[in-house]
């Protein structure tokens, strides 16, 4: 199973850029594997903003980031990155990198497809 760990977080205003990275340790990296970066705003539910398959660099993102954000991966340092920009007060939220083997498809965003997950990452944004 895949150790997943996150990092890049932090306290950005409105309108300003953050990356984030999930470095992957463990598990078969020969092996496709679909991972997502999810965030949890306080008192709401997880959701997945950024999805991407590691075998072909398959993308896909939600509606709330989509055009804000780019999902990417480097290959020789195990890491997925998420760029986020144009940052808004509602991007708020703790970040987590989640990661299965295998292609999720449509059910990218369904947190319970997931194996491993890493410890997340805060992000705030000052309006």
């Known amino acids: 199973q895949v150790q997943l760990a996150e990092s890049g977080g932090g306290s950005v205003q409105a309108g300003g850029s953050l990356r984030l990275s999930c470095a992957a340790s463990g598990g078969d990296p020969h092996r496709g594997r679909s991972m997502t970066w999810f965030r949890q705003a306080a008192g709401q539910e997880r959701d997945g903003v950024a999805f991407f398959y590691t075998s072909d660099s398959s993308t896909r993102y939600s509606d709330s980031v989509a055009g804000r954000a780019t999902i990417s991966q480097d290959v020789a340092k195990n890491t997925v990155y998420l760029q986020l920009n144009s940052l808004k007060a509602e991007d708020t939220a703790t970040y987590y990198c989640?990661?299965?083997?295998?292609?999720?498809?449509?059910?990218?965003?369904?947190?319970?497809?997931?194996?491993?997950w890493g410890q997340g990452t805060q992000v705030s944004v000052s309006s």
């Open positions: 989640a990661a299965v083997s295998g292609w999720l498809g449509d059910w990218w965003t369904h947190s319970s497809a997931y194996v491993s």
